[in-house]
């Protein structure tokens, strides 16, 4: 009878185990609309072709990563951005947090790396993107851009003047998207403290192609 009963309470044990996991996994498994906007912010983009139309805009790679993906907090790539005939200086990387707080509201946290050009290149090389550590980032507070999802297009930015910067005399800086399967536009700009553009594309965004 006890070897009945120590039958008994080991499956529920196990039983209990199943549920336990799979109700884990439900809690901090998949978010299919934010692994969406992770896909497509994933690869490599290009601004060629409006370099080509328009001589005002440079001819610069994007790309796009993931990393860290056995956290659970949400999406996290690293972005490296260089001159496309300068791909293994990039002049900008970063690390982006994705988030979905709501229905069709997404965040990206925005995050600088510690001795950055030490990870040029990450996207293909495994041995850097095992070293970038969470303990190497720094959050840009007030630099979070939040995008609204319709009908299929990703579309925001960042928050007013509430993003620092200190570039070619800039008080702060601003970032307006708009994302699509295929292309992203990004329109950075800096502004002095009486509001005047100081950097930046002045006519648009620049208009990335998914490579």
């Known amino acids: 009878m006890k070897k009945y009963i120590l ?4 499956g529920i044990l ?4 199943c549920a336990t996991s799979r109700s884990a996994k439900k ?9 969406e906007l992770s896909r497509v ?3 490599k983009f290009s601004s060629e072709a409006q370099s080509k139309a328009d001589t005002s805009y440079f001819n610069i790679s994007l790309v796009m990563t993931p990393i860290w993906t056995d956290r659970t907090d949400g999406k996290w790539l690293y972005v490296e951005q260089a001159v496309a005939s300068k791909p293994d200086k990039p002049y900008r990387q970063r690390v982006y947090h994705l988030q979905h ?3 069709d509201v997404f965040t990206s946290d925005i995050y600088t790396i510690k001795d950055a050009l030490s990870f040029a290149g990450l996207q293909n090389d495994k041995l850097k993107k095992d070293k970038l550590t969470f303990d190497l980032v720094e959050l840009k507070d007030g630099c979070t851009v939040t995008l609204v999802k319709s009908n299929g297009i990703y579309e925001g930015g960042t928050n007013a003047d509430k993003c620092p910067s200190d570039l070619r005399g800039a008080k702060y800086a601003t970032t307006k998207i708009i994302l699509k399967n295929g292309e992203l536009v990004s329109w950075d700009q800096g502004f ?3 509001g005047k553009q100081v950097w930046g594309a002045t006519k648009g965004g620049y208009v990335f192609v998914k490579q």
Do not use: C
């Open 101 to 103: 707080p709501s229905k």
């Open 14 to 17: 196990l039983l209990t185990g």
């Open 7 to 10: 039958f008994i309470s080991i």
């Open 192 to 194: 002095d403290a009486a």
């Open 27 to 35: 809690d901090n498994g998949s978010d299919k609309a934010l692994e």
């Open 41 to 43: 912010m994933t690869g």
